[in-house]
């Protein structure tokens, strides 16, 4: 199985700040690494497909770069409706699994 | 607008057959391309992909569950179905329905509500 790891675990920012999340696969994932956002009782929602394509109605505020096995996240002029937690995904060999996550929190 | 909606038992006892069914709206189970998945997510954790079916019935389920998993489609009803057999508490979590994309190389751009299913001894 391919494992993922994402870094940090959580982190504290304040509105309008640039954070960068990572997400680091054990092997190769190509570029076929995803990017989800989740709040609280919510289902996640797909921000960024294949490692840089924002996702249909998605902020422009969020970016994904990276191939291989590294991965970023970066989120620029953090609003206040994106403290959430940040899931990658690899969808390039089953079973297709996902990071553990990041908790981006109000500072 | 497609929905996808989990429904079944909130309860299922220790060591019996936890069913779910998710109903979609907006799209045909049987339009190409897409593959419709389960995953779940322990209370406070992380999530797990449980499998997906595709393509008329084909599957393909995570090492770790795939000798109690089965998922299934019904494309009469247009819904598709997981069964997890010889539960135990470790499989309390709420369970998603979700349809992967191969337009957006496989990544889950919709998902149901979610479902909480806890295994009570």
């Known amino acids: 199985d391919v494992q993922l790891t994402q870094s940090p675990s959580s982190l504290s920012a304040s509105v309008g700040d640039r954070v960068t999340l990572t997400c680091r696969a054990s092997q190769s994932v190509s570029f076929y690494l995803n990017w989800y956002q989740q709040k609280p009782g919510r289902a996640p929602r797909l921000l960024i497909y294949s490692a840089s394509n924002l996702y249909s109605g998605v902020p422009s505020r969020f970016s994904g770069s990276g191939s291989g096995a590294d991965f970023t996240l970066t989120i620029n002029g953090l609003r206040p409706e994106d403290f959430a937690t940040y899931f990658c995904?690899?969808?390039?060999?089953?079973?297709?699994?996902f990071g553990p996550g990041t908790k981006v929190e109000i500072k | 607008q497609v929905r996808l909606q989990e429904s079944g038992p909130g309860l299922v006892e220790s060591s019996q057959t936890l069913s779910l069914t998710c109903s979609i709206s907006?799209?045909?189970?049987?339009?190409?391309?897409?593959?419709w998945n389960w995953i779940r997510q322990h209370p406070g954790k992380g999530l797990e992909w449980i499998g997906y079916t595709y393509y008329g019935g084909n599957t393909y389920y995570t090492p770790s569950l795939k000798s109690r998993v089965t998922i299934s489609e019904d494309s009469s009803k247009n819904l598709f179905s997981l069964r997890l057999t010889s539960v135990t508490a470790a499989d309390t979590a709420v369970y998603y329905c979700?349809?992967?994309?191969?337009?957006?190389?496989?990544?889950?751009?919709?998902w149901g509500q979610g479902a909480l299913v806890t295994v009570s001894s």
């Open positions: 995904q690899q969808s390039y060999s089953g079973p297709f699994t």
């Open positions: 907006g799209v045909s189970i049987n339009s190409g391309g897409y593959y």
């Open positions: 979700a349809r992967s994309a191969g337009d957006f190389g496989n990544s889950i751009d919709y």
